[in-house]
C-alpha cells in the first residue's frame, strides 16, 4: 500500500469515464475551475488545502476521466459564426446512430438523445444561412433512421454560462 503525501491521489491505473469519486476537495476545484478555467494551480491549491502537485493531479484525473474539460468559450457571433441552431430529430428504430452521426459533424457542437416529442437534439453552429439549410438537407436529414426535423433558429443568445458548480 503507497501512503499519500501532500494530498496527492494520482491513480496507478488509467482512469475510466466516470471513475473518479467527486469529494468535496474535487468538486472545488471543478467549481473553481469552471469561474476562471485559467486560474493557478498554486492558487486552487491555497483554496482547498493541498500542494500544487495533488491538485494538478486530481486535475488531470477528472479529464483523463472526462468529468470536465478545460476550454475557451467562445461568441460563436464574433468568431465567424452568425447562425446558430437547435434541431430536433425523430428517428425510427435505435437513436444512437443518428446520434454518433451527429456528433461526428463538425457543425454540431451539442448532441442529446431525449424523451419527449424529439428523440435527439443537436445544436448548430453555422457560418451563415445557405450553410445551415446545407447541413439541414443533405447531411442530416438523410441520415438512415430520421423521420422529421424541427429547427429552432437562435435569434438572440440570452444566457450561456457553465458556472453552475457541482451542488
Not at 471513475?19 to 469552471?34: A, F, G, P
Not at 468559450?73 to 446520434?99: C, E, K, N, Y
Not at 422529421?148 to 458548480?165: H, M, P, R, S
Amino acid at each position: 500500500m503507497t501512503s499519500r503525501r501532500n494530498g496527492a491521489d494520482a491513480a496507478e491505473t488509467p482512469v475510466r469515464r466516470g471513475s473518479v469519486n467527486l469529494d468535496d476537495v474535487s468538486k472545488s476545484i471543478i467549481e473553481q475551475l469552471q469561474h476562471d478555467g485559467r486560474k493557478s494551480y498554486a492558487s486552487i491549491a491555497q483554496e482547498v488545502g493541498l500542494s500544487e502537485a495533488a491538485v494538478r493531479q486530481r486535475v488531470q484525473r477528472l479529464l483523463d476521466a472526462e468529468v470536465m474539460q478545460i476550454v475557451a468559450v467562445t461568441d460563436p457571433l464574433q468568431v465567424g459564426f452568425p447562425r446558430q441552431a437547435m434541431i430536433g430529430l425523430r428517428v425510427a428504430g435505435d437513436m444512437s446512430p443518428v446520434a454518433e452521426a451527429l456528433t461526428a459533424m463538425p457543425e454540431v457542437s451539442y448532441v442529446v438523445t431525449t424523451a419527449g416529442s424529439f428523440d435527439v437534439l443537436a445544436e448548430v453552429i453555422c457560418e451563415d444561412d445557405t450553410h445551415l439549410l446545407d447541413l439541414l438537407t443533405t447531411r442530416i436529414r438523410s441520415l438512415p433512421g430520421v423521420t422529421a426535423t424541427e429547427t429552432f433558429v437562435y435569434l438572440k443568445l440570452n444566457k450561456q454560462l457553465y458556472n453552475w458548480g457541482t451542488r
